[in-house]
T-cell receptor
Framework: GAVVSQHPSWVICKSGTSVKIECRSLDFQATTMFWYRQFPKQSLMLMAT?????????EQGVEKDKFLINHASLTLSTLTVTSAHPEDSSFYIC????????????FGPGTRLTVL | DQQVKQNSPSLSVQEGRISILNCDYTNSMFDYFLWYKKYPAEGPTFLIS?????DKNEDGRFTVFLNKSAKHLSLHIVPSQPGDSAVYFCAASFGNTGKLIFGQGTTLQVKP
């Protein structure tokens, strides 16, 4: 099946620093990638839709200047959490939708971010 | 505004028996539904999906039923195995946006 990787798998940073998370589709091209966030014992919440070669679209309530998304190629999207604060600590998961596919998505393993 | 709801946070089933996980939705525009399995600290794994034009889709031990009039879907796992123990999320989408709206998840425990 299709494989999506994320890097790093976990990161601990100091408050005020920026953290970049990479999402890669390893064996297929993804014109669209999605970024989700999951707080403990809660559902996955869609943050933004990342389209290759164009600006990301953000869900209501998600600050685009805080969560910078870049989708520079058909296999890579990055999420940068800028000036991270403890409340940004969460599990960030990306997914990739294969070009031409309907709505099935393949998810990465997630990145655990802890902001001290 | 929770558009996709999984009202049972947990379910415990004996090995070999049927597991039934339920999901309700409120938005009648949803036209595609998916079930994912998730282990702690991992991303969700796709299990099975169903289009709104169908009322049943089967794949091995997994069957998804859709009742559009009731805005309800369910995932049946039979026979249940201990390896099925995980959190199960239902998700819904509409159009070809790819945007998925997830339920809160149900933790399934299959006892040997």
């Amino acid at each position: 099946g299709a494989v999506v990787s994320q890097h790093p798998s976990w990161v601990i940073c100091k408050s005020g620093t920026s953290v970049k998370i990479e999402c890669r589709s390893l064996d297929f091209q993804a014109t669209t990638m999605f970024w989700y966030r999951q707080f403990p014992k809660q559902s996955l919440m869609l943050m933004a839709t990342s389209n290759e070669g164009s600006k990301a679209t953000y869900e209501q309530g998600v600050e685009k200047d805080k969560f910078l998304i870049n989708h520079a190629s058909l296999t890579l999207s990055t999420l940068t959490v800028t000036s991270a604060h403890p409340e940004d600590s969460s599990f960030y998961i990306c997914s990739a939708k294969e070009s031409g596919a309907y709505n099935e998505q393949f998810f990465g393993p997630g990145t655990r971010l802890t902001v001290l | 505004d929770q558009q996709v709801k999984q009202n049972s946070p947990s379910l415990s089933v004996q090995e070999g028996r049927i597991s039934i996980l339920n999901c309700d939705y409120t938005n009648s525009m949803f036209d595609y539904f998916l079930w994912y399995k998730k282990y702690p600290a991992e991303g969700p794994t796709f299990l099975i999906s169903i289009s709104s034009i169908k009322d049943k889709n089967e794949d091995g031990r997994f069957t998804v039923f859709l009742n559009k009039s009731a805005k309800h879907l369910s995932l049946h796992i039979v026979p249940s195995q201990p390896g099925d123990s995980a959190v199960y999320f239902c998700a819904a989408s509409f159009g070809n946006t790819g945007k998925l709206i997830f339920g809160q998840g149900t933790t399934l425990q299959v006892k040997p």
